[in-house]
């Protein structure tokens, strides 16, 4: 099992991988402005716990297979980046006639969303290296199973990563609502998501 001074290192460096700028931050920002504060917290949790699935993967050693097959990450790479290419058209198809704060705050709507955040972490191909890379550096073999180890470490993971989607997701909506009282915003809002996710989703795709 994990040390007291383990974790705690590998906490804050998480914490601090976390909170800088990237792609998933900036997913989860552009939907708490353009839907609102529960739906940015349901995406971001959604996002964080796509990581459970990475932490999976490098636990039983397939995300070895997959860095080492080139053929597998191209095709999960091309499948990550369509994805959000998706999301970002359905957004831009809005006419933004939904406000922050009315249907959008259905249950199924933020179920929605929570899963969609889910889907577009897991299939990350550079979350999957990221993770294969990352968890190891803090696996300290002569304490226990490497498998149970890397579990450990990526739950510490997906647990801060949830709590800073969430409040990124809860400040970034609270941004949202306050565009959102000037008239037409929230199709100008949904466009700039839409924009968002099919940048992210373009550059995933020819990224070599």
Known sequence: MLTLSQALAFLLAAVLITASPGPDNLMVLSVGI???RRQGIAFGLGCALGCLSHT???AIGVSAIVAASPLAFTLLKWAGGLYLVWLGAQALRSRGSTRIGHAQSADSSLRALFFKGVVANAINPKVVLFF???LPQFVVPAQGPVGTQLAALGVIFTAQ???LFGLLGFFAGGIGQWLNRRPRSALWLDRLAGMIFIGLGTRLIVAR
Do not use: E, N, V, Y
């Open 161 to 163: 990563a949830a709590l």
């Open 132 to 134: 294969l890379s990352f």
């Open 34 to 36: 353009s839907k609102g």
């Open 56 to 58: 999976l993967l490098a």
